[in-house]
T-cell receptor
């Protein structure tokens, strides 16, 4: 069964600190891995997308890494800000016929405190 | 910027009612999706559509139907609402071309309560 597991479930950090969120997956055949940010009461917004051949992708203070051999990804947030408080969702895509099928993780809830 | 608009942010309905959730996207995307999001379960796919009048069942289609009469509009229908359909419903769209490298664009969700 295709699964995406994220850790930790929740995290509290001080403003200005760095943090790393983890994602392990068993999805096959792998096509791509995406990280989304979801603010409270809003829809998810894409941060990064990586395909099999990419092992790192940055978007400002967000850096995602991918190890397709161990089926692990991480999202590193540098110099956190209060606005980083959100849920971060890892999503893995597979090719299924002519369209993409995606499997969502349950997310990591990050709280940045002053 | 892609905009996906869901018609209601909050909705309260009664058990047994027929409920319509509407979603419109403005980027001419072929793919449109309906998800529900529940605490601890992540997003689960209800239905998706890859073209006008085309629809495919997702992982949890029971109790739901969809309609796509125009490319920009995708409607989710709860045929006879039940309390276990209380949830956050999210609509998304994406292009078919290069879909492996294109994100899904989400609306801000409809929080539906069935009493």
């Amino acid at each position: 069964k295709n699964q995406v597991e994220q850790s930790p479930q929740s995290l509290i950090i001080l403003e200005g600190k760095n943090c790393t969120l983890q994602c392990n997956y068993t999805v096959s055949p792998f096509s791509n891995l995406r990280w989304y940010k979801q603010d409270t009461g809003r829809g998810p917004v894409s941060l990064t997308i990586m395909t099999f051949s990419e092992n790192t992708k940055s978007n400002g203070r967000y850096t995602a890494t991918l190890d397709a051999d161990t089926k692990q990804s991480s999202l590193h947030i540098t110099a956190s800000q209060l606005s980083d408080s959100a849920s971060y969702i890892c999503v893995v895509g597979v090719n299924s016929g002519g369209y993409q099928k995606v499997t969502f993780g349950t997310g990591t809830k990050l709280q940045v405190i002053p | 910027d892609v905009k996906v608009t869901q018609s209601s942010r909050y909705l309260v309905k009664r058990t047994g009612e027929k409920v319509f959730l509407e979603c419109v996207q403005d980027m001419d995307h072929e793919n449109m999706f309906w998800y529900r999001q529940d605490p601890g379960l992540g997003l689960r796919l209800i239905y998706f559509s890859y073209d006008v009048k085309m629809k495919e069942k997702g992982d949890i289609p029971e109790g739901y139907s969809v309609s796509r009469e125009k490319k920009e509009r995708f409607s989710l229908i709860l045929e006879s609402a039940s309390t276990n359909q209380t949830s956050m419903y999210l609509c998304a769209s994406s292009p078919i071309l290069g879909q492996g490298r294109q994100p899904q664009h989400f609306g801000d969700g409809t929080r539906l309560s069935i009493l």
